[in-house]
């Protein structure tokens, strides 16, 4: 199976979780996540590439598309976005209202 293949079921997972969850989700939710995936990819790309730099891992040239930001793959970018939209659907879905009629 391909770091791609099993990114997408990551991925998947956390769009239906948040996808359930948007309903219950507050103004400016949007551009919450959209900052907070912003942030987290750009950590993963830089502390990723540090480690992959320093030998701590790499990853097997079959199993990736072979496009990498800095050192990292891109398909480990999957994880931060899932991570993103899985916690805030959950969050969703899982707290408690407080608008005021």
Do not use: K, Q
């Amino acid at each position: 199976m391909t770091y791609a293949a099993l990114s997408a079921v990551f991925l998947a997972v956390a769009a239906a979780v948040a996808a359930l969850g948007w309903r219950r989700a507050p103004h400016g939710h949007g551009l919450a996540l959209v900052v907070s995936a912003l942030v987290l990819v750009v950590l993963t790309i830089a502390f990723d590439s540090i480690m992959i730099a320093t030998g701590l891992f790499d990853y097997a040239d079959a199993h990736i598309w072979g496009v990498r930001l800095w050192l990292a793959p891109v398909e480990d970018l999957a994880y931060p976005i899932a991570g993103v939209l899985l916690l805030s659907g959950l969050w969703n879905l899982m707290g408690e209202r407080t608008d005021v009629d």
